[in-house]
T-cell receptor, first 114, second 113 residues
């Protein structure tokens, strides 16, 4: 089946620094990638949708200047958390749209900002 | 908007016990319903799905029936194993073509020998 590889699986960074999270579709092309965030004891919430060759679409309340999304190719989408602060600490996960057998998710990234 | 309400965890069961994780939803239109499972250190994996009322999804001994009258999609398994320990997410796709999933908060299941 389709595989989405997400890296890193966890990262700890200092407040004020930037962190890049990558999602690669390994055996298929993904023109779209969904980025979700999950705070402790909360649902996964859609943050934005990246589109290859065009600007990302952000959900209401998500700061586009803080969460930079780039869909560089048909197999790579990245999320960069800029000037990270402790309140950005969360679980981030990407998902490709459904193929014949359903949505494909990355393994997620646990970000801790100290 | 769409929403999914899932029973709070964590849930701890002994091996071979019966499992039920409740899930109810609110949606306009005719959503598809899903259960995803996340094992430690791994991504979300589709466990089962149902696309219309009265459909029953099943996989690996797990079952869930799409109940439109009660807007529910409860997950059940007759005899859990230690290897079923994971976080389970109920989710819906509104079917409007946006391919955006709405998730419940997840329920952590721990099965002890």
């Amino acid at each position: 089946g389709a595989v989405v590889s997400q890296h890193p699986s966890w990262v700890i960074c200092k407040s004020g620094t930037s962190v890049k999270i990558e999602c690669r579709s390994l055996d298929f092309q993904a023109t779209t990638m969904f980025w979700y965030r999950q705070f402790p004891k909360q649902s996964l919430m859609l943050m934005a949708t990246s589109n290859e060759g065009s600007k990302a679409t952000y959900e209401q309340g998500v700061e586009k200047d803080k969460f930079l999304i780039n869909h560089a190719s048909l197999t790579l989408s990245t999320l960069t958390v800029t000037s990270a602060h402790p309140e950005d600490s969360s679980f981030y996960i990407c998902s490709a749209p459904p193929l014949g057998y359903g949505y494909t998710f990355g393994s997620g990234t646990r970000l801790t900002v100290v | 908007g769409d929403s999914v309400t899932q029973m709070e965890g964590p849930v701890t069961l002994s091996e071979e016990a019966f499992l039920t994780i409740n899930c109810t939803y609110t949606a306009t239109g005719y959503p598809s319903l899903f259960w995803y499972v996340q094992y430690p250190g791994e991504g979300l994996q589709l466990l089962l799905k149902a696309t219309k009322a009265d459909d029953k999804g099943s996989n690996k001994g797990f079952e869930a029936t799409y109940r439109k009258e009660t807007t529910s999609f409860h997950l059940e398994k007759g005899s859990v194993q230690v290897s079923d320990s994971a976080v389970y997410f109920c989710a819906l796709d509104s079917g409007a073509g946006s391919y955006q999933l709405t998730f419940g908060k997840g329920t952590k299941l721990s099965v002890i020998p």
